[in-house]
């Protein structure tokens, strides 16, 4: 089965800009989402089709996506970010989610 | 304003069974395709299965499979997960999403989840 790896934790500090991976064996020939999940929250939507923003999710967030990784990135990260994200892609009608990252904002 | 509204969690024991609805407002559902995902506590996100806007085709996890049905009534604005031979690792919250449609099969819209626990 189809499988995605994220790192478990990341850091920044505000105001800094940071990344988060997501691999997966040729993910950048599929489109590779992002949703942020805040504690006792349900998920978000940040990033859909690589790089598309939904309406009210700020410009801060930008997705991208080749090879065998895509990547999500919050510029002028703020203390409000500070969340839990997962990416997550199809494959063959299947719904897969990466592990999850957790960032925390120092 | 699309919202989703699970119900029908609870306790449950082992071997069990549970039936969770969602029901929507703010958005006709009939014109996307609707999915379940779960999240045991403490743990990342698990999709369960989806449905296509017309019900005609369903779609399951391996972990679900032969256990799980999902269907919908179009009429009824509602999306239904009947949960069969209900196991201990089946312990979550259940969350009903709904694409984004118009091609984009994200999960756009979440509902706030509803809790399934599966013990005796």
Request: charged letters at 15%.
């Amino acid at each position: 089965s189809y499988e995605l790896t994220q790192p478990p934790s990341v850091s920044v500090s505000p105001g800094q800009t940071v990344s988060i991976t997501c691999s997966g064996d040729k993910l950048g020939e599929k489109y590779a989402y992002w949703y942020q999940q805040k504690s006792g929250q349900s998920p978000v939507l940040v990033i859909s089709q690589d790089n598309k923003r939904p309406s009210g999710i700020p410009e801060r967030f930008s997705g991208s996506n080749s090879g065998n990784t895509a990547t999500l990135t919050i510029s002028e990260t703020q203390a409000l970010d500070e969340a839990d994200y997962y990416c997550q892609t199809w494959d063959s009608s299947t719904a897969v989610f990466g592990g999850g990252t957790k960032l925390t904002v120092l | 304003e699309v919202q989703l509204l699970e119900s029908g969690g609870g306790l449950v024991q082992p071997g069990g069974s549970l039936r969770l609805s969602c029901t929507a407002s703010g958005s006709t559902l009939s014109n996307y395709a609707m999915n379940w995902v779960r999240q045991a506590p403490g743990k990342g996100l698990e999709w369960v299965s989806g449905i296509s806007y017309d019900g005609v085709s369903t779609y399951y996890a391996d972990s679900v499979k032969g256990r799980f049905t999902i269907s919908r009534d179009n009429s009824k604005n509602t999306l239904s997960l009947q949960m069969n031979s209900l196991r201990a690792d089946d312990t979550a919250i259940y969350y009903c999403a709904r694409a984004a449609g118009h091609g984009d099969a994200s999960f756009q819209h979440w509902g706030q989840g509803t809790l399934v626990t599966v013990s005796s």
